[in-house]
């Protein structure tokens, strides 16, 4: 094998991905050649390496919890939407070609699996005792209206739930937030000085006047 | 299976349909109304300390709150609400509290929340899922804030 085909081959090389035969003939050739083809080499993965370290970082840095919970959100969607169609096909096999006890069991698991989303959303209790219907998602503000600015934070708890925190912003007439702690303008960032883990604002209107 | 069978069967499997549905009609029909829980904390620089009833409350350490010196509990109750009926919730003497319950069929928990603590007044109407907590935070209170977290479920 030449440089030219080995250079080739080298991007290639560097990322495992040759198979066992033109593996073998680069290694042959890097392992001879006086001509540069080694020291291309050994470039090509620095450049990997670096690449590597700097996307691992912007990965590490980057928030995707909400990414996931809406992957997420569309994951449940399609298995939900899935389910049903399968439950359908069965049930529908079921009563074609099965005896009246087996549909009958069906029906029964379908009363069941009917009923206990119904017993949750009137009660608000699961089994356990924990929350019910919609405990999982955030508190939804339909409207809101100030006589001051309110800003509205998504806060992550550790159980990795989310709480809102609506907050009435100071105006010139009354208390000035603490320094460091209370919202200050969306233009400003965000309460808590330059601590990059505090939360962002999801919203931010100003209505009405003060007072 | 014949047609007779098949008969037979859609009976069997409406009877179990209908079994199910009057199963959850007592719980349907308490589920007339929702019990929010209140809490109104006072967020102070003063050296008031963190009273130990808020230890439960991990969000008071975390951005925004966190940051203040002292938190303390003014107020703890349990609010009953009906659809429609406005409720006054006694948290401070300066401090006017409304919730209403304005619907929960098919949702969670629809409630309408008016604060007043003049000169500031804030309306919000908000979907509040079962057991969610909520803070209204900024209201002035002595020489701090008031912090109100509110959580409802049905009954």
Known sequence: MDCARTRELLDAYADGALDAAEETDVRAHLAACRLGCPEELRAIEAIGERMRAAVGAKVEAADFSRLWMKVEGGIEKEQAASFGERAKAWFSELFTYRGPVLAAAAAAVLAVAIAFPLMRAYTGKGPGGGDGLGAAGLVDILSLESSGTVTVWPVAADDGSETTIIWITADESVDAPHEGTAPVPLDMMVPGGTDESRPAPLTRATQGTPG | ?????????????????????????????????????????????????????????????????????????????????????????????????????????GTPPKIALHVLVPPKKLEANLLSPPGKRSFLAGLPHKDGILIIGLSCKPK
């Open chain 2, 1 to 105: 299976m014949n047609e007779r069978a098949r008969r037979a069967l859609g009976l069997g499997v409406a009877a179990v349909a209908a079994a199910a549905v009057l199963a959850v009609a007592p719980a349907r029909a308490h589920a007339t109304g929702v019990t929010c829980d209140v809490l109104c904390i006072w967020a102070t620089n003063s050296e008031v300390g963190i009273d130990p009833a808020l230890k439960d409350i991990p969000e008071l350490m975390k951005p925004p709150f966190a940051g203040y010196k002292g938190y303390k509990l003014l107020a703890d109750l349990s609010i009953n609400l009906e659809e429609g009926a406005p409720a006054d919730v006694p948290i401070t003497p300066d401090t006017k509290l409304v919730l209403t319950l304005n619907g929960m069929k």
